[in-house]
Nanobody, 123 residues
Framework: QVQLVESGGGSVQPGGSLRLSCTASGYHSPIYCMAWFRQAPGKKREGVAHIYFGGGSQYYADSVKGRFTISKEHDKNTVYLQMNNLEPDDTAIYYC?????????????????WGQGTQVTVS
């Protein structure tokens, strides 16, 4: 059974930083790519950052470019999201996702597996 477990959310003031972690388990074949999404109250879930496990290529939503960095520990099936210079508009539940075969995708429909989410509040 595939499981994604996130950690690292919390509350921070504008301009602050947080680091999210997500570890995947239960995969019987190498992970192809993983991503972070977020969903604010009353809004659709949006893709934030994506990383391709094969070569390490990273992709970001325009709203977070230059502030967020996605990275991985391949042998631990773990991805991180370093979030710097946080803004109130970054407040949302952040979800880790895996199971996509589409490199660079920030589309939720391309992912099969999701974590339970972790709250990030910037105020």
């Amino acid at each position: 059974q595939v499981q994604l477990v996130e950690s690292g959310g919390g509350s921070v003031q504008p301009g602050g930083s947080l680091r999210l972690s997500c570890t995947a388990s239960g995969y019987h074949s190498p992970i192809y790519c993983m991503a972070w999404f977020r969903q604010a109250p009353g809004k659709k879930r949006e893709g934030v950052a994506h990383i391709y496990f094969g070569g390490g290529s990273q992709y970001y939503a325009d709203s977070v470019k230059g502030r967020f960095t996605i990275s991985k520990e391949h042998d631990k099936n773990t991805v991180y999201l370093q979030m710097n210079n946080l803004e109130p508009d970054d407040t949302a539940i952040y979800y880790c996702a895996a199971g996509s075969w589409v490199v660079g995708s920030l589309r939720a429909a391309d992912y099969d597996h999701w974590g339970q989410g972790t709250q990030v509040t910037v105020s």
